[in-house]
C-alpha cells in the first residue's frame, strides 16, 4: 500500500517547502488515492510526504502517515504491509505501550522507540519500504524489506538526500538530475540491471534487505549501508541428512499456510491472481480454505491458444468455488498501453506480460478490488523455471553420464520451445566474472548475456565510446555476496542468483508493485513470506526437483487440493506472445517505432544509433532469423522502444512541473496547521 517520499537536508536550519512535498505525493498519487500527509520537524532539516491506499484502520484521518512520535523525535513513513501486527500490537501494549491508531504501520514506530532499529528488525514480517527520521541521532533511515518487493529510491542532491517509492517522485524534485548513464543504458537494453543501480546519473536503489544510513555531520550527510537479512541457503555439509521427504511435505504445507492466513488479514475484501501454475492455484486452494466466502479470482487469458492458461485456471477456479474473473487480451490492447505501463515501471520491459498485468491491475481497481494475493516467489524457492533444471542436471549431478546430460538438455529445449531465447538461451554463453564468483554461468542470465553483444551497436556513438570495454558480467557479479555462494549447491546458486537479479529487478517491479500500484492495488506475493523462505531453503535440491519434476516438495505438499492436469502439468513460463506471433500485434508495435524509433526521434533523444536500430529491424523481418533469435530480437525492440519512452517521460518532460500541476488537479494543498 501507499506511497513515500522525502528530503533531508544538510543543514538542520534550512526550511524545507512543504508544498514541494505535496507534488512529491501528488506525483505517486496511483499509489495512494485515498489521502495524503506532508510533515516536517522545526530545527531538523527533515520532511516527509506520504500518499495513501487505505487497507488496514480505515477510519477517518486516523491512521494518515507521516507519523510522528509524541516528542517530536522521530518521522517515520511507511509503504507497504506489516502482517502479523495485531499479536505485536497487543503484547507491546501490555508492556505499557500507548497506540493511537489501529494501522499496521505503526507498530515500526512503537518497536523503534523501545529497543532501536536492529532488534526491529527482525520482527518485521511482510513487504515494506520504509524511513524513519530520529532526530537525537541526526540520522536517517531508509529500509527496504528483505525480497525487495516494495522500492525505494535515494540520490544524494546540492538540496541533500532525496528520497521516494517511484523514480518520479524523486524527479519532482528539481534538485534531482534526470539523465541517462551509459551503464544504465546498456543494461536497460540487456535486461539484467545490476543490483542497487538505476539507468539514470545518480539515483540508487536501496537493495533488498538492506539499511541505507544516512548520517549528518558538521552539515554533511555521511551515506553507508548494511545489510540485515538474506536468504541463507544451508552449506552442502551444514545440510540436516536426517530429515526425510515428508518432514520437508509437511514444513512447506504448514509454512505456506500460515503465510496465506496472515495475507487475508485486511479492512477491504482480498482476492487472488489466478493463472494455470500449481504457484497461484496453491495461493487460491489455501486461501478458499481460510476464507468464510468464495475467493475473487482474477485471470488473465490471451487470444493465442499456445500462450493462454485461462482453461486450466478455470479448473482450479471451479475446484475451489472461486468466484472467477478472466479478462481477454489482444496484441493491439497489449502495445496499445506501453507507453503508461512504462511510466509506471520505470524501465524497459522485455515482454508486453507487463502490459496485461498492469491492465489486469486497472480491471481489479475497476471491480472495487484493493488488494490480490499472488504466486510470486514460488519459482525462486523451489527451483521452478527451466533455467533452474538446465543447471540442476548439467552441474547439480555429479553421477549423470554425459549422454543423458544432453538428452535431458534436448528434452529441455523442446519442451521449453515457446520460450527460448527468453527464458532459455538457444547456445549456452559462459560469462568469464560471473562464473569465477558463482563457479558457473547460471542459465536463468545467459539469455541476456547473450543480448550483450548486440547492445553496443545500438547506442549512440558518444554513450559507445563512453563504455569502453565495459563488462556487464562484472558489475553483476562484484554485487553477488560471494559468502552467499561459497560451500553451495549448485540449484542454490543459481536460485540465489535470480534472486538477486531476475527477480528484484523485474518480477518485483514491471511484473508486480509498479503495474499493480499504477492502479493502486496491492499484490500480496505470499511465498516470499520469510519465514517460508527459511524453512524452504533447507528442502534438499533434489526434492526441489526431483527427476523430470521442478517444485516436487511444493507439489506434494499441495497434491490435495490440486486438479490432477495441475498436478502432472510441466512448469509454463507465463509471458505475452512476443510481437512477432501475432500480425496485428507487430504492425501495432511498428506504430510505436515509427513514432519512438524514427530518425528524427532518435536524433533528439540522443541515446541510440539509427543504423544499429535499423539492422535489426532487417535481421528480424530476414526469412533465415529463427524464431529463437526473433524471441531475442523482439525483446531488444522492446527495450529500444522502452528507453525512448523513458527519455520522453522523464527526461523530456518537465516532470517538477507536472508533479505540480497534479497536486492542482488532485486539489492537494499544504494542510493548514491548527
Not at 491458444?305 to 474473473?325: L, N
Not at 524501465?347 to 506480460?353: A, E
Not at 539492422?615 to 529500444?640: C, G, Y
Request: hydrophobic share 40%; proline share 5%; aromatic share 8%.
Amino acid at each position: 500500500m501507499c506511497g513515500i517520499g522525502g528530503i533531508f537536508r544538510t543543514r538542520p536550519d534550512d526550511c524545507i517547502d512543504p508544498q514541494l512535498l505535496v507534488n512529491m505525493a501528488a506525483i505517486q498519487a496511483h499509489r495512494g488515492p485515498d489521502g495524503f500527509g506532508v510533515e516536517t520537524l522545526d530545527e531538523s532539516g527533515v520532511g516527509f510526504c506520504h500518499a495513501r491506499l487505505s487497507i488496514i484502520d480505515l477510519e477517518g484521518n486516523r491512521a494518515r502517515q507521516p507519523f510522528r512520535s509524541d516528542d517530536g523525535q522521530i518521522l517515520m513513513a511507511h509503504n507497504g504491509e506489516f502482517y502479523d501486527f495485531q499479536r505485536i500490537r497487543a503484547d507491546l501494549t501490555a508492556c505499557g505501550v500507548k497506540f493511537n491508531t489501529k494501522s499496521d504501520s505503526e507498530i515500526l514506530l512503537r518497536l523503534y522507540q523501545k529497543q532501536g532499529l536492529q532488534k526491529t528488525l527482525p520482527l518485521l514480517r511482510g513487504e515494506f519500504a520504509f524511513a524513519l527520521f530520529d532526530r537525537d541521532q541526526d540520522c536517517l533511515y531508509l529500509v527496504r524489506d528483505r525480497f525487495g518487493i516494495k522500492p525505494q529510491y535515494w540520490s544524494l542532491t546540492e538540496d541533500g538526500l532525496i528520497f521516494g517509492s517511484e523514480l518520479k517522485v524523486l524527479f519532482a524534485h528539481p534538485a534531482v538530475e534526470r539523465r541517462f548513464t551509459s551503464v544504465g543504458l546498456f543494461h536497460q537494453l540487456m535486461q539484467t540491471m545490476v543490483p542497487g543501480t538505476t539507468a539514470f546519473e545518480g539515483v540508487h536503489q536501496v537493495k533488498p534487505g538492506h539499511v541505507v544510513k544516512v548520517q549528518r555531520t558538521n552539515e554533511k550527510l555521511e551515506v553507508s549501508e548494511w545489510k540485515y537479512w538474506d536468504v541463507d541457503f544451508p552449506r552442502q555439509e551444514e545440510r540436516n541428512q536426517s530429515l526425510d521427504e515428508q518432514h520437508h511435505i509437511a514444513a512447506i504445507r504448514k509454512a505456506l499456510l500460515e503465510a496465506v492466513e496472515l495475507r487475508m488479514v485486511a479492512d477491504v475484501p482480498v482476492g487472488c491472481y489466478l493463472s494455470g501454475g500449481i504457484d497461484s492455484c496453491s495461493i487460491l486452494g489455501l486461501a478458499s480454505a481460510v476464507s468464510q466466502s468464495p475467493v475473487k479470482a482474477f485471470t488473465i487469458g490471451f487470444d493465442d491458444k499456445r500462450y493462454d492458461e485461462s482453461p486450466i485456471a478455470k479448473e482450479m477456479a471451479d475446484a475451489t468455488g472461486a468466484q472467477q474473473d478472466v479478462m481477454r487480451l489482444s496484441g493491439q490492447e497489449l502495445y496499445g498501453h506501453m507507453e503508461q505501463t512504462i511510466w509506471h515501471a520505470e524501465r524497459t520491459i522485455y515482454n508486453t506480460l507487463a502490459v496485461a498485468k498492469y491492465l489486469m491491475s486497472r480491471h481489479v481497481n475497476a471491480v472495487d478490488y484493493k488488494v490480490v494475493m499472488t504466486g510470486e516467489g514460488s519459482d525462486e524457492l523451489f527451483g521452478g523455471y527451466p533455467a533452474f533444471r538446465r543447471d540442476m542436471f548439467l552441474h547439480g549431478l555429479d553421477d549423470m553420464p554425459l549422454q543423458d546430460r544432453a538428452a535431458w538438455e534436448e528434452l529441455l529445449q523442446q519442451s521449453n520451445a515457446l520460450v527460448q531465447g527468453a527464458m532459455l538461451a538457444a547456445d549456452e554463453v559462459n560469462d568469464p566474472d560471473i562464473a569465477s564468483v558463482v563457479g558457473f554461468t547460471p542459465s536463468c542470465l545467459q539469455p541476456w548475456l547473450a543480448c550483450a553483444p548486440e547492445v553496443p551497436a545500438l547506442l549512440s556513438q558518444s554513450h559507445r565510446d563512453n563504455l569502453g570495454d565495459y563488462s556487464p558480467g562484472r558489475a553483476i557479479a562484484e554485487q553477488l555476496d560471494r559468502d552467499q555462494l561459497e560451500g553451495r549447491h549448485a540449484l542454490d546458486k543459481a536460485q540465489y542468483v535470480w534472486i538477486k537479479t531476475m527477480l528484484e529487478g523485474q518480477i518485483l517491479t514491471w511484473g508486480g508493485d509498479r503495474v499493480d500500484m499504477a492502479n493502486s492495488m496491492e499484490a500480496r506475493p505470499a511465498f516470499l513470506d520469510h519465514h517460508l523462505a527459511a524453512v524452504a531453503v533447507q528442502v534438499p535440491p533434489e526434492l526441489r526437483i526431483k527427476g523430470k519434476t521442478e517444485k516436487y516438495v511444493l507439489r506434494e505438499a499441495m497434491a490435495g487440493l490440486l486438479p490432477e492436469v495441475l498436478y502432472q502439468r510441466e512448469k509454463f513460463a507465463f509471458m505475452a506472445p512476443p510481437a512477432h506471433t501475432e500480425p496485428e500485434k507487430w504492425e501495432q508495435m511498428k506504430r510505436l517505432a515509427a513514432d519512438y524509433l524514427s530518425d528524427a526521434s532518435i536524433e533528439e533523444a540522443g541515446l541510440l544509433d539509427k543504423a544499429g536500430v535499423k539492422e535489426l529491424f532487417e535481421r528480424h523481418e530476414d526469412p533465415k532469423t529463427s524464431d529463437a533469435d526473433r524471441v531475442q530480437m523482439d525483446a531488444l525492440i522492446n527495450h529500444l522502444l522502452g528507453v525512448q519512452m523513458l527519455h520522453r517521460l522523464f527526461v523530456e518532460n518537465d516532470v517538477p512541473a507536472q508533479a505540480q500541476q497534479m497536486a492542482e488537479d488532485l486539489d492537494w494543498k499544504v494542510p493548514v496547521k491548527a
